[in-house]
Structures are given as structure tokens and as C-alpha cells.
């Protein structure tokens, strides 16, 4: 099974100068968490072309990257998502997709000109997303870059199906968990020794004069999570440091 890397890539002034929140970021994580599937990054950003294009062509760079993209592919003038993914994935050429013309023009009729029947123009052999909504399609190219509407409601059906159709699960990790009470500090030593295929997290809290470390192992192998986590005990009690929890 092939690894990827998610990205989420969030569009929208309004999201940064709080005129409206997000809730893509939370929708996308919890749907790869699911799944196994590992988010590496996500970016929010402005209406702004050159800001797009240096965020999709860095993506672009992780072979083994998925992208999604939200917001940005409507018909307004500040819609720059198509043009962009167009000059970042196609070498710029945007060409009138057939089925998505025949799509806006079944929805709406005369109203779909002069300026909705312009969202048919998507990049150079994109695939098409189902709208539920409307039927105005979201898009994606290469089966891993897809890019859809701002609009919870349409683009949250597009991402369960690229999920559920497009990628396969991951197997569950088993983890282990338990609070360190001392620094983290105290702990880089034992974190260093520990094996790279070993998922680790260390969020350390400090409350008033007193330090905790929440640490958390994970391995796809049972016997393998159970003796670095014994492991990492025992290397604790060695330096007089104990477990809370």
C-alpha cells in the first residue's frame, strides 16, 4: 500500500480577517484520522494569485502528496482557484469541460450566463467531483489533487467519496499513553533512543511550579509498541523519574 501525504489548503480572505470561521481543517482531520490517513500539513490562506501558486507548486513538490483545496472555484473575481491550479498543475491550460457545461446548464437554465456557465472551465483532463448541492462539480487531477467549493455543505460529500473511493485505509496503530512527571526536557535522552518507525508525541504542561509531559506511543505491531513503551518506562525509573498516570 502506497503512503501519501494529505495537505488541506484552505482559500479565503474572510477566514483570515474573521469574518467567517473555519471548519475545514477539523472536517478533513477527523475524516483522515479515521481512516489512518496522515495529515501533514494545512495552510489558510488569502485571495491573493501568487500566495496560491507558491502553496500549490511546494505541494506539488511531495511526491507522495494529496491535496485538498477548498474554496476559490466559483465565478466571482476574486475566484482564482481554477486559474491557479490550471498554471500549477497543467502548465496553465484551462479548456471548457463538456460535462461540466452540461451540468450548470441543466441547474440553471438562462441564468447560468454570462457568469456561472465560466465555472466549466477547469484544468487541462481534471475529473469531476459530484455537487449534491447544486450540481455545479468541484474537480481533480492526477487522483490526487481536488479541489472543491468553499461551501461545507457541497465539499464535505466530495471529500467522504475521494476518501472512501480513492484511498484505501490505513491499518489502526495500537498506542499506549501516560503521564511523565518531570520535564520534557528530562526526557530527550529516552525520545532519541526510540525507533523512527515509532510514532511519538510529548506535550509538556506546566501548572504553576509544577511540570508534566503527556507521552504518546504508537506502532502497527502490538509487541513491538509494548516493549518500547516498557522501554521507556524503565529508562525513567534509571534517571528518579516517575509516572502519574
Avoid at 501519501?4 to 484520522?33: A, C, M, P, W
Avoid at 511523565?180 to 510514532?199: G, R, V
Wanted: contains cysteine; charged residues 30%.
Amino acid at each position: 500500500m502506497k503512503k501519501y501525504n494529505f495537505y488541506s489548503v484552505i482559500i479565503g480572505t474572510e477566514l483570515l480577517n474573521g469574518r467567517r470561521e473555519d471548519k475545514h481543517f477539523k472536517f478533513l482531520n477527523q475524516e483522515l484520522r479515521q481512516r489512518g490517513l496522515k495529515h501533514c500539513g494545512s495552510f489558510v490562506i488569502n485571495d491573493d494569485i501568487v500566495l496560491m501558486q507558491n502553496v500549490f507548486s511546494m505541494i506539488k513538490k511531495d511526491l507522495k502528496s494529496v491535496m485538498f483545496c477548498f474554496g476559490g472555484i466559483g465565478s466571482t473575481p476574486d475566484d482564482y482557484t481554477r486559474e491557479i491550479a490550471a498554471k500549477a498543475f497543467t502548465a496553465g491550460v484551462l479548456q471548457t469541460n463538456k460535462k461540466a457545461l452540461k451540468l450548470i446548464k441543466e441547474e440553471f437554465g438562462d441564468d447560468a450566463y454570462p457568469h456561472r456557465i465560466k465555472m466549466a472551465n477547469i484544468p487541462k483532463d481534471a475529473k469531476l467531483l459530484a455537487n449534491v448541492v447544486n450540481r455545479v462539480p468541484g474537480f481533480y487531477l492526477e487522483n490526487r489533487f481536488f479541489f472543491t467549493p468553499g461551501f461545507p455543505s457541497m465539499a464535505y460529500p466530495m471529500i467522504t467519496w475521494v476518501l472512501d473511493n480513492l484511498f484505501e485505509k490505513e491499518e489502526d496503530k495500537f498506542s499506549c499513553e501516560f503521564k511523565a512527571n518531570c520535564s520534557e526536557n528530562d526526557l530527550i535522552d529516552i525520545m532519541q533512543a526510540l525507533p523512527k518507525e515509532l510514532e511519538l508525541s510529548s506535550l509538556p504542561k506546566i501548572e504553576g511550579d509544577k511540570k508534566t509531559v503527556d507521552i504518546f506511543l504508537a506502532h502497527k505491531d502490538k509487541n513491538e509498541l509494548e516493549k518500547w513503551c516498557s522501554f521507556f518506562k524503565n529508562e525513567m525509573k534509571k534517571i528518579g523519574k516517575s509516572i502519574l498516570i
